[in-house]
């Protein structure tokens, strides 16, 4: 079993910067391939980036892509999604996941509860 616990949401002005992290326990982490999704209110949660176990490739969605930057420590058995350049769109519950079965493409069979991002305009 593979708890996922996230951090670091909160409430940022449009243009600027958020880090949330996702810290895992288990001591095969390395092994995981992670994800970061987001759910919006009224709508569907949606792919937002995932990193390969070794960290070597990263995927973004079109709508990030430039603006995030997601990786992994597997020392630290943790996984950072640094957020720069916010856009009140990114306003989200942001939801870490994890795979060990599947690559970064999923789908995942861990999910942590979500932390809160709110972009003001």
């Known amino acids: 079993q593979v708890q996922l616990v996230e951090s670091g949401g909160g409430l940022v002005q449009a243009g600027g910067s958020l880090r949330v992290s996702c810290a895992a326990s288990g001591r095969t982490f390395s092994r995981y391939a992670m994800g970061w999704f987001r759910q919006a209110p009224g709508k569907d949660r949606e792919f937002v980036a995932a990193i390969s176990w070794t960290g070597a490739s990263t995927y973004y969605a079109d709508s990030v892509k430039g603006r995030f930057t997601l990786s992994r420590d597997n020392v630290k058995n943790t996984v950072s999604l640094q957020m720069n350049s916010l856009k009140p769109e990114d306003t989200a519950v942001y939801y870490c996941?994890?795979?060990?079965?599947?690559?970064?493409?999923?789908?995942?069979?861990?999910w942590g509860q979500g932390t809160q991002v709110t972009v003001s305009s």
């Open positions: 996941a994890a795979t060990i079965v599947h690559g970064p493409e999923g789908p995942y069979e861990y």
